[in-house]
């Protein structure tokens, strides 16, 4: 007795055997005529067969009624992890994964109108993963019978390099928000940072200087922090000065101490006799940074976070092991956690931009890759050593000049140099900068006059360029910017010496001026000292000397 679903099978389109299991029908006789059409058609079939089972896509034969699979190659087994007889069993709706509302019908109709070629859609797996395809489906006909060809192709890579690349986009969008709004913070920030040292003079009492104090070091975290977010999102290269790792160390572990959980234990151990290097204070910070928050994130149950920074000499042997390390003295900083380790199949692959193995939306996966960049900037190597459930031990080696850099750093600061009534052009469209930037060089010795903006400075230049023995201009003004201002006042005077400052300096425009023998280059904020300093050495430059008046 035949059952309900054996009749219903009956009138579904199927496979010729054929085409189903690519062997030659079991009623050929060979001394037939025309067996030997009848032979070359079944090779054909088999070889046929054999192609389709090599495709790197995965091919189904559907039935368009209700989108039982009928066939399959070998791919589409390997890939979805199923045997052929357990596919054949399946229909579409079963291994697809990505719509809820998935109407075969509606696919259909839509294939036969022409309206639908190619799906992109997900399928599961025997083991439940979901495979993300991109499917292109054909409706055909054989011997008036209809079925839907799918070729599935996978697209896991096309959707981590999408992925990938919206990331970048994002970067980007995050750059172009923090290069608009850094000169404006950094215009900010300037009057503070110069006003300070001019009130230190005025206010003696200790009360007064803590409070000064305060002011200074909230203004120079506030620009810190406005260097480092552009350094991240758009590469601007800070600046290089004498570095101590002790200071760098003791801000981090007061700052961690006040954000990190409370179960997390913070020790730190420095050498007292710890060589400085040369390097940006701000990125070598995002460093340490980096690492603390990962090592933080691998303690979700508390733990002890170490941080130690030593003297050390590497060998050849060891800079052997990393490409453009340098032998010699360096300074080593070591950052121990006691959390969950790092799986030894992915150790190589943490500092690839973009991985990470925290959850979606709790990391980016530039952290450690953007500490690797910075180190590796600085001339230095890291290494990592890390055991599931005892914690990872990272080493970062910075090279240094050792003694002698350590000798030097006790060497007297240079004074000041104080001007002599040369007469300073100030150019800038903020009146708070332009206000204290003439009251610090009034005080140290300079005549100074101020334009609002480029083509103000221009005008008055070119009617009183015999007098004015320099120029300090902003580079990003309404109207006329700092560089068209720069090249029409040369123009009129090539060997006036020039201070172009601004809050975003790009590190193109930077590069291109870097070459004029008489322009020097400052970034917003900056102190007194730096701008005095920054004015005398550009004055110095030029054989250029001050008009009498």
Not at 495 to 510: C, E, H, N, Q
Request: one cysteine or more; hydrophobic letters at 40%.
């Amino acid at each position: 007795m035949t059952d309900a679903a054996d009749t219903s099978r009956k009138n579904e389109p199927t496979m010729g055997p054929a085409l189903a299991a690519g062997n030659a029908l079991p009623n050929a006789v060979p001394s037939a005529p025309g067996w030997e059409d009848y032979a070359e058609t079944q090779k054909k079939l088999v070889l046929f067969r054999k192609l389709i089972d090599q495709s790197s896509d995965s091919i189904f034969v559907v039935n368009p009624v209700d989108a039982r699979i009928l066939d399959v190659n070998e791919t589409a087994c390997v890939t979805l992890g199923y045997s052929r007889d357990e596919l054949l069993g399946l229909t579409m709706m079963e291994i697809e994964a990505a719509y809820d509302d998935f109407s075969w019908p509606e696919q259909v109709e839509k294939v036969r109108s022409g309206e639908l070629e190619i799906l992109e859609t997900g399928q599961r797996r025997k083991d439940g993963s979901v495979l993300p395809v991109e499917i292109s489906l054909k409706h055909v006909e054989i011997e008036s019978r209809q079925y839907i060809v799918a070729a599935a192709r996978d697209i896991t890579e096309k959707k981590q390099l999408e992925a990938k690349f919206l990331r970048a986009q994002r970067l980007e969008s995050v750059g172009r928000l923090a290069g608009g709004i850094a000169h404006d913070l950094n215009n900010v920030l300037s009057p503070v940072l110069l006003a300070v040292q001019l009130l230190r003079q005025k206010v003696p009492d200790a009360e007064s200087q803590e409070i000064l104090n305060l002011m200074e070091n909230s203004a120079r975290r506030g620009s810190s922090m406005i260097r480092q977010v552009l350094t991240f999102a758009r590469g601007i290269k800070g600046e290089r000065i004498a570095v101590h790792f002790r200071e760098l160390i003791n801000e981090l572990v007061k700052m961690g101490r006040e954000t990190f959980p409370r179960s997390i234990q913070i020790k730190a151990t420095t050498d007292p006799n710890l060589w400085p290097l040369i390097g940006d204070a701000t990125q070598l910070h995002q460093v340490l940074m980096n690492l603390c928050v990962n090592a933080c994130d691998a303690m979700p149950e508390g733990g002890v976070l170490e941080l130690r920074a030593e003297n050390t000499v590497v060998d050849e042997k060891l800079a052997r092991g990393h490409p453009g390390a340098r032998t010699g003295p360096h300074v080593v900083l070591t950052v121990r956690d006691t959390g969950v380790g790092i799986p030894p199949q992915i150790l190589d692959q943490i500092f690839e931009p973009f991985f990470t193995t925290k959850s979606f939306g709790k990391g980016t996966g530039l952290g450690l890759a953007t500490a690797l960049g910075i180190v590796q900037a600085h001339g230095g190597f890291v290494t990592v050593d890390s055991q599931i459930n005892k914690g990872s031990l990272f080493r970062i080696y910075l090279p240094s000049q050792g003694e002698e850099a350590d000798a030097k750093q006790h060497t007297s600061p240079t004074p000041v140099a104080q001007g002599r009534d040369e007469r300073i052009l100030v150019v800038d469209d903020e009146k708070a900068v332009r206000t204290i930037t003439q009251a610090v060089l009034t005080a140290h010795g300079y005549d100074v006059i101020t334009a609002n903006d480029g083509a103000e400075a221009v005008a008055l230049f070119k009617e009183r360029y015999q007098e004015i023995d320099g120029v300090i201009t902003d580079m990003c003004m309404p109207y006329m910017d700092g560089a068209a201002a720069i090249q029409a006042m040369r123009q009129i005077n090539p060997a006036v010496p020039i201070l172009a400052v601004s809050g975003l300096m790009d590190t193109d425009r930077a590069s291109a001026m870097a070459g004029d023998p008489k322009l020097v280059l400052l970034t917003k904020p900056y102190s007194p000292d730096q701008l005095l300093s920054a004015l005398a050495r550009v004055m110095g430059r030029t054989k250029h000397t001050a008009t009498p008046r």
